[in-house]
């Protein structure tokens, strides 16, 4: 079969051309030299919700918004004067009142060298524009929300190695967007040196166990200026694998040295009273051994109330210390038997009639700070004297547990219910049984738990059997000879 054979005539290349347009998604219609419409295809029905019957004859100015319907009349007097006009945006009016954003594309239809019509081709993009503006909204308040909240979020993409900052990050750490790389490695250099290692670290950790992650570290913003940051972090997953990070940065710098003020203020306040409260309780003695038999309760009321109170401002100005100056401990290898010993020897003063033993043996080395053992040690055994009767037995134990040694404190007092066994360790908790006429300032076993995790170790509380409670936490063994 030859070529010619296979080329379709005329009236096959008109009859396709016409099927095209009838069954075409975009609205089609042709407009004479005259400016009335000629053709309507199905599409610019639905489009407009207008059949062909309603509008054939009438001019296109009609579709129009009002204040866009001389710019409609323009571009079809360019198409019909042979030029092109492709992808123009405009707004225009379904029947019903509806307003339409579409790309109008217009274009001159020759017969024999002259332009016999122009044809009209209309997109709606309501909705993609709506979409953008939306976009444009969404991101114009998530960079007011970055701004107000201090926070900027990033993404970085494993396989191909690029990290994405927003403009909030790009605040923080004080980057021109146009000097940062988008690497990894470009990432990182905003972490300030001491801690670049440990974020790089998490990062990957997170990436390879596809776990979440939360850090606090220090940025070096480019003029040297530190910044205190919390970062947080979640794995993107694509099809069966994590493929990327997308975690964000907030600057708590401003929240950090707030908290430092409040540490010295709590510091301050505590050495403030201490003076006045040793005055009491010094007067009180002397006016204890002087007092007439009548006034012997009184007296003993002062004292008794005078001292609980010296306690408890020592418990704040240990627990501010600890706060303000969070990492300030001295280590040295100690026998846990002597070091337990020397606490309760202290702690015995205020056990008021409770029998306290030790019973750890010799000869366990840890590696302790000493003057926070005594603070454990206080701490564990005033809460046991205040759940427990007169006359009934404290303990101190211990045990080996592979490389730490923990330690007891035992009490044959009422016990703690389940539902607050986690919650006793909190800053200020307290349960809601508390003893009649025995105050409390919350942050006892707070205290207990900063210590012990200062060590590195780990407190917690359970049930005694026979009733009671038993604190047990640990600390690093050391092997001597």
Excluded at 211 to 235: D, K
Aim: hydrophobic content about 40%; proline content about 4%; overall charge negative.
């Amino acid at each position: 079969m030859n070529d010619a054979a296979q080329q379709p005539t005329p009236e096959q290349w008109s009859a396709r051309l016409a099927a095209a347009v009838a069954n075409s998604d975009d609205a089609i219609f042709s407009v004479s030299p005259t400016g009335e419409i000629t053709s309507w295809n199905q599409a610019a029905a639905r489009l407009y919700g207008a059949t062909a019957e309603a509008v054939l004859g009438t001019s296109p100015a009609s579709l129009a918004a009002p204040h866009r319907q001389a710019d409609l009349r323009a571009i079809l007097d360019r198409a019909l004067a042979g030029e092109h006009i492709s992808r123009h945006e405009t707004e225009h009016l379904r029947t019903d009142g509806l307003a339409l954003v579409v790309s109008l594309t217009a274009l001159p239809v020759v017969v024999d060298g002259a332009i016999v019509e122009a044809s009209v081709i209309v997109r709606d993009v309501t909705e993609q524009r709506f979409d953008e503006a939306t976009l444009v909204e969404s991101e114009t308040r998530r960079r007011e929300i970055e701004q107000l909240a201090e926070i900027g979020s990033w993404t970085w993409d494993a396989p191909s190695g690029v990290v994405q900052w927003s403009a909030g990050l790009h605040a923080i750490a004080k980057v021109d967007p146009k000097d940062f790389d988008g690497t990894l490695a470009g990432h990182l250099d905003a972490v300030h040196i001491g801690d670049r290692a440990a974020v790089a670290a998490a990062m990957h950790r997170a990436l390879d166990e596809e776990s979440s992650f939360e850090e606090s570290f220090r940025i070096e913003r480019p003029s040297g200026e530190e910044r205190w940051i919390v970062g947080r972090a979640e794995p993107v997953r694509s099809a069966d694998r994590v493929v990327a990070l997308r975690g964000i940065f907030q600057d708590v710098t401003a929240t950090r040295a707030a908290e430092r003020l409040k540490d010295q203020f709590l510091a301050t306040i505590s050495h403030e009273l201490r003076t006045p409260v040793a005055v009491i309780v010094g007067f009180a003695d002397v006016l204890a051994a002087a007092s007439a038999t009548e006034m012997a309760d009184v007296v003993d009321a002062i004292v008794r109330n005078a001292a609980e109170m010296e306690h408890m401002v020592g418990r704040l100005l240990d627990f501010s210390r600890l706060e303000a100056d969070r990492d300030h401990i001295e280590l040295g290898v100690i026998d846990a038997r002597d070091v337990i010993e020397t606490s309760l020897e202290i702690a015995r003063y205020t056990t008021h009639g409770r029998q306290v033993a030790n019973l750890v043996e010799p000869g366990h080395a840890v590696r302790c700070d000493r003057e926070s053992v005594h603070r454990i040690i206080d701490n564990l055994v005033g809460n046991a004297t205040k759940y427990s009767a007169p006359g009934s037995s404290i303990e101190v134990s211990a045990r080996v547990d592979g490389d730490w040694l923990v330690l007891a404190v035992s009490d044959e007092g009422r016990g703690l219910p389940d539902d607050i066994k986690s919650r006793v360790f909190e800053r200020f908790f307290q349960g809601p049984d508390q003893p009649a006429g025995k105050r409390g300032t919350g942050i006892g076993l707070a205290i207990v738990t900063r210590c012990v995790e200062l060590h590195g170790g780990t407190v917690w509380c359970e049930d005694r059997p026979g009733g009671g409670s038993t604190f047990s936490f640990t600390l690093p063994r050391v092997e001597t000879p």
